[in-house]
């Protein structure tokens, strides 16, 4: 499975970006399907996640302005990032599993880069 994010780019404090995932491959029915973030000097850090059939869940900084979606049939995740702020600035991954042959699959995107200007 590769997993290619793309959306990514510069935009000003307040702006709005709209990532996606696209999943190619031998694909699976994925279980649950998440964006992560690292920004410099930090660690990899969750931003939302989405199961298969449940609901979103965000991290505290995001909540009420990003919001996650998925397209099962197109294999597709999406991120609607809206009031971006330049602490957003990061590189955004893309995160799939899926249970399969009797264990886990985990696969990550390469990542887009994200960066709001104050």
């Known amino acids: 499975v590769e997993l290619v994010e793309s959306g990514g780019g510069l935009v000003q404090s307040g702006g709005s970006l709209r990532l996606s995932c696209a999943a190619s491959g031998t694909i699976v029915s994925f279980n649950t399907m998440a964006w992560y973030r690292q920004a410099p000097g930090n660690e990899r850090e969750l931003v939302a996640e989405i199961p298969n059939s449940g609901i979103p869940n965000y991290a505290d900084a995001v909540k009420g302005r990003f919001t996650i979606s998925r397209d099962n049939p197109k294999n597709t995740l999406y991120l609607q990032m809206d009031s971006l702020k330049a602490e957003d600035t990061a590189d955004y991954y893309c995160?799939?599993?899926?249970?399969?042959?009797?264990?886990?699959?985990?696969?990550w995107g390469q990542g887009t880069q994200v960066t709001v200007s104050s």
């Open positions: 995160y799939v599993d899926a249970f399969f042959l009797g264990r886990i699959w985990r696969y």
